[in-house]
């Protein structure tokens, strides 16, 4: 099946309303981003067009202005995904591997290849998109953003999972595997967690491979107990996030500094079933977001350890950046 070209707004609104999902090119004949993208997009549409299921179409941003004003695409190239009538993904610049594993995701729930866990994504630890809490409408996880190469993580014990181990798409290994030294240590015995080391504080840094708009970050912290439960880690309790700096902060250095935005989580902010909290940020000041720091002050609780299963990221992407911009710079020790 071919993309189907755009040539109206009701010819757009019926199509939204008669297929699942619809995925929408907005591009110029001219732009050269929009030629280079051309053949992923092409391609993708051959492959993975369902009838009535997921449709792939194309807008000339040019000839059809009112359509593009409407969905602010004039950027072009954009990519905008429509699940039931509604947006659920837009996407800003020529990123033929991030638009595909966008697609790929939906064309597989289309296609009714994994089970609903209720989030949006498949469940078990092995889903390719696990997430702890739902969408917020409009917006995507894109914490396939997440430049890994550049994490720097402080004062992370050793003996649990590197700073990688954060972004993972799988399920916590613990969720669901009840309490006790079993569960402290995973259902297969992999630590897929980070705990702090000498006290409750952890920094993260976290660059981006495009410039992102984030609306929320869903952090996931799964304590459970092991043979003493004095030793059980606790949730973090108070959090800082620093936006777009060029390095990890020092502890120290992170007291002098004021933070972007300031987290009080409380025990009924943390899900029950997916150990999962929302911290919903001031829209306003994530809008051009390159990198964050993530300051876990203390925890919730008596105790000298914090722990975080997961994180994800959840807002627009936008244009990608140049990998030269987000090289860390490594501290004088």
Request: charge should be negative.
């Amino acid at each position: 099946m071919t993309t189907v070209q755009i040539s109206s707004p009701s010819q757009l609104s019926s199509l939204l309303s008669s297929s699942r999902i619809v995925v929408v090119n907005f591009y110029n004949e001219w732009n050269p981003a929009c030629k280079a993208v051309a053949p992923v997009y092409d391609q993708l549409a051959g492959s993975l067009s369902r009838s009535g299921n997921i449709i792939f179409a194309k807008v000339n941003a040019e000839q059809q202005g009112q359509i593009a004003e409407s969905y602010s695409a004039s950027n072009v190239p954009v990519f905008i995904i429509f699940k039931n009538g509604q947006q659920v993904s837009k996407t800003t610049g020529a990123n033929p591997t991030q638009l595909s594993n966008i697609i790929k995701r939906l064309a597989a729930e289309a296609d009714g290849s994994g089970a609903s866990d209720g989030f949006g994504e498949a469940s078990g630890s092995g889903g390719s998109g696990w997430r702890g809490a739902g969408l917020p409408r409009g917006y995507n996880d894109i914490t396939d953003q997440v430049d890994v190469r550049g994490l720097d993580l402080l004062n992370a014990d050793g003996d649990f999972g590197g700073v990688r181990t954060l972004f993972e798409t799988t399920q916590p290994s613990t969720l669901g595997a009840g309490k006790g030294k079993g569960a402290a240590t995973g259902s297969e015995g992999k630590k897929d967690w980070v705990e702090s080391d000498v006290d409750e504080q952890l920094m993260l840094y976290i660059p981006f491979m495009s410039t992102l708009k984030l609306h929320t970050i869903q952090i996931t912290s799964n304590p459970v107990s092991g043979e003493d439960d004095d030793e059980t880690p606790l949730r973090p309790k108070t959090i800082h996030v620093y936006l777009n700096k060029q390095h990890n902060l020092g502890f120290e250095e992170a007291e002098d500094i004021q933070a972007t935005q300031t987290f009080e989580l409380k025990p009924s902010d943390w899900d029950e079933n997916t150990a999962t909290a929302k911290l919903e940020l001031r829209f306003v000041k994530f809008q051009n977001a390159s990198s964050l720091v993530f300051f876990v002050v203390d925890g919730e609780g008596d105790g000298e350890r914090t722990r975080i299963d997961r994180i994800r990221f959840i807002g627009e992407s936008g244009e990608k950046r140049e990998m030269g911009k987000l090289e860390k710079v490594g501290h004088d020790d």
